[in-house]
């Protein structure tokens, strides 16, 4: 028998490195996602993760190294690719003077595919054609912002990037979307998502890649960052003197409310750390499994001694 060949990864991207004359956007980045993942790409502002975006859509040409999306060079191969690529940028800006309609047939046009799922994206996102019929400039931001998802998704792509695109939903339209993240994993499609709003990837993603000053910090399993970094242990006292020392749990950066703090301790102290609390006048405590943005925060304390971004 044969050996079956290996999937071909949805994205690959080898030691990508982007130059800005003598500005670094991205150097040295590896990241390989498979088909059908939801994928979070974390970072804060110029981090690199819009550069890398642009290269593997075909914006941008990288100065160095290698992207491959869908197996296809994104630029070399980008009429090949573009019918099978949906993309919706941080800044989306749209022509003012087209009514919606003609810019999701415009956008359709460029893209080269039908669009069997554009009708159903609209009524789900509540763009009724009295509204398309609109021209763009009449728009809010977060009708823009639909129409963006719909141009995005319309074609029914194989690969989704996304850039930040929550920005300006209201929060009913924001479940809309999770559910068409939902919709797409199930299908077998893959998504590109890239957001700085922390509880967003942590409820869409499977993995996420965390990316700083245009490099790779780690890439991991949502769970097994959150499994892995601080827990979050709050107390109540009960004596009402408000902030008071706290001995050795001075490490782990309490923050303080009145007579209530909130420290970030790591899994492997917690027991001891509470043996430690537990001798103060405490009136009530809680322990709760960190979220993706304490994990977040962890890494980057790791990774520089100054304040976190």
């Known amino acids: 028998m044969r050996p079956v060949p290996a999937p071909v990864p949805a994205i690959e991207i080898s030691s990508l490195t982007k130059r800005y004359g003598p500005t670094v956007g991205v150097e040295r980045l590896d990241l390989t996602v498979a088909a059908g993942e939801v994928f979070g790409f974390l970072g804060p502002n110029g981090a690199g993760k819009t550069t890398t975006l642009r290269c593997l859509i075909g914006l941008l040409r990288p100065t160095e190294g290698q992207v491959r999306a869908l197996g296809l060079d994104p630029v070399a191969d980008h009429r090949r690719l573009a019918p099978a690529l949906g993309y919706l940028p941080g800044e989306l800006r749209l022509y003012p003077e087209l009514t919606g309609h003609q810019t ?75 559910e068409l993240l939902a919709e797409a994993r199930a299908a077998g499609r893959t998504v590109l998502l890239s957001s700085h709003v922390l509880p967003e990837v942590q409820r869409t993603c499977g993995r996420v890649a965390i990316v700083r000053d245009g490099k790779l910090v780690t890439v991991e399993s949502v769970a097994a960052l959150r499994e892995a970094r601080a827990r979050r242990i709050r107390l109540t006292f009960a004596d009402g003197l408000g902030q008071r020392p706290l001995g050795e749990a001075e490490r782990w950066s309490p923050r303080w409310d009145g007579d209530q703090v909130e420290l970030l301790v790591p899994p492997r102290r917690v027991v001891d750390a509470l043996r430690g609390l537990l001798a103060l006048p405490v009136a009530d405590l809680a322990v709760e499994e960190a979220g993706l943005e304490e994990a977040f925060l962890d890494l980057y304390r790791q990774a520089d001694p100054g304040p976190p971004p």
């Not at 763009?127 to 998802?149: A, I």
Request: glycine fraction near 6%.
């Open 104 to 178: 999701l047939r415009l956008l359709a046009d460029l893209q080269g595919a039908p669009t069997p799922r554009r009708a159903e994206l609209c009524e789900r996102l509540a763009l009724p054609d009295s509204v398309l019929g609109r021209t763009v400039r009449e728009y809010s931001r977060g009708m823009k912002q639909k129409l963006g998802l719909v141009q995005a998704l319309q074609h029914d792509p194989d690969l989704v990037v996304l850039d930040e695109p929550t920005e300006g939903l209201d929060p009913l339209v924001q479940e809309t979307f999770f």
